[in-house]
T-cell receptor, first 114, second 117 residues
Framework: SAVISQKPSRDICQRGTSLTIQCQVD?????MFWYRQQPGQSLTLIAT?????????ESGFVIDKFPISRPNLTFSTLTVSNMSPEDSSIYLC???????????FGQGTRLTVV | AQTVTQSQPEMSVQEAETVTLSCTYD???????LFWYKQPPSRQMILVIR??????QNATENRFSVNFQKAAKSFSLKISDSQLGDAAMYFC??????????????FGTGTLLAVQP
C-alpha cells in the first residue's frame, strides 16, 4: 500500500489569490493524479501529473488555472490560480503503484474561496 | 466515452440488515476494472472491493460482495450485516485496463448510505 500525505487539509482563501496543494507519497509510484470534488458531487479528474514533463490535462482544465509539478516519483503539487468562489471544492491526490492495480487517495484538501 | 451511472442518490438500511447499491456502466472495452470506493465524512477515499472484468467469479471482501453482470454492464455492491461504520458515500468507478496504470478512474455520482441503529 501507499501512504499519502496531502497538505493543507483545508484552507479558506480570498478570491484572486492562489493556493498550492502538496502531495507526498511514502514510496515511488507510477502515476499521480489530481481530482476535484465539487460540493455534493463526484470526483472529476483534473490532470495526470507526469514526472519531469508537463501534466496531461482533462477537457475543461487548463495549465494556467491548475499548474501542476511533479519533480520526482514521490511528490507533486497542484496550484489553484486566481481563485473564485466556483473553485471551492475538495481536491484529492491519487497514486497508482507499478504492478498494483488499485489507486490510493490522499485525505483531500477542502478549499473555500470567499 | 465510458460512463458510470449510480441511480440511487441515497439509501438507508437498518443495522445488521443487508443493502444493495446499484451501478451500471457503459464501455466498448472488454478488459477493464470496476471498483467500489467508500468516502466517509473524513473525506478519505477507501477501496471497498475490486472486480476484474475477465474474471467471471464475483469478488468478495468479508461483508462486501458484488454482483457483476458483464453482458448487462451492471456492477452492484451488497453489504451484509450492515454496521454503523458503513455509513458513507459510496462511489462506483471504472478503469480500462489497456495501458495499465496510466488509465484514469471514472466515477459515478455516488450513493449516500445511511445506517439506522
Amino acid at each position: 500500500s501507499a501512504v499519502i500525505s496531502q497538505k493543507p487539509s483545508r484552507d479558506i482563501c480570498q478570491r484572486g489569490t492562489s493556493l498550492t496543494i502538496q502531495c507526498q507519497v511514502d514510496s515511488q509510484v507510477t502515476m499521480m493524479f489530481w481530482y476535484r470534488q465539487q460540493p455534493g458531487q463526484s470526483l472529476t479528474l483534473i490532470a495526470t501529473a507526469n514526472q519531469g514533463s508537463e501534466a496531461t490535462y482533462e477537457s475543461g482544465f487548463v495549465i494556467d488555472k491548475f499548474p501542476i509539478s511533479r519533480p520526482n516519483l514521490t511528490f507533486s503539487t497542484l496550484t489553484v490560480s486566481n481563485m473564485s468562489p466556483e473553485d471551492s471544492s475538495i481536491y484529492l491526490c491519487s497514486v497508482v503503484s507499478r504492478g498494483v492495480q488499485r489507486a490510493f487517495f490522499g485525505q483531500g484538501t477542502r478549499l473555500t474561496v470567499v | 466515452a465510458q460512463t458510470v451511472t449510480q441511480s440511487q442518490p441515497e439509501m438507508s438500511v437498518q443495522e445488521a440488515e443487508t443493502v444493495t447499491l446499484s451501478c451500471t456502466y457503459d464501455t466498448s472495452e472488454s478488459d477493464y476494472y470496476l471498483f467500489w470506493y467508500k468516502q466517509p465524512p473524513s473525506r478519505q477515499m477507501i477501496l471497498v472491493i475490486r472486480q476484474e472484468a475477465y474474471k467471471q467469479q464475483n469478488a468478495t471482501e468479508n461483508r462486501f460482495s458484488v454482483n457483476f453482470q458483464k453482458a448487462a454492464k451492471s456492477f452492484s455492491l451488497k453489504i451484509s450485516d450492515s454496521q454503523l461504520g458503513d455509513a458513507a458515500m459510496y462511489f462506483c468507478a471504472y478503469r480500462k485496463n489497456y495501458g495499465g496504470a496510466t488509465n484514469k478512474l471514472i466515477f459515478g455520482t455516488g450513493t449516500l448510505l445511511a445506517v439506522q441503529p
